[in-house]
């Protein structure tokens, strides 16, 4: 089974333990692992530590999952 990790940046106040579950299974029925979730709480311009994480331990090939492509930039 292959690997991948995912990223969600949620506001402070969303709720984000069922939109976990439904990355990790929707992923699951596709055949991956999920090999970690970095989930980022952060207001609008801060510094995003998770992100900055999964860069850092990310390697060549690994599948990135971005919960919303809007929240890379």
């Not at 331990?57 to 929240?71: A, D, K, T, Y």
Request: hydrophobic share 40%; proline share 1%; charged share 30%.
């Amino acid at each position: 089974m292959k690997t991948l990790r995912i990223y969600i940046k949620a506001a402070k106040d969303q709720a984000d333990i069922a939109q976990q579950k439904e990355l990790v299974m929707m992923v699951n029925a596709q055949g991956y692992d999920v090999s970690d979730i970095y989930l980022e709480q952060v207001k609008v311009g801060s510094n995003r530590p998770a992100l900055d994480k999964l860069l850092r331990e990310l390697e060549s090939g690994e599948i990135v999952v971005f919960e919303n492509l809007e929240h890379i930039s």
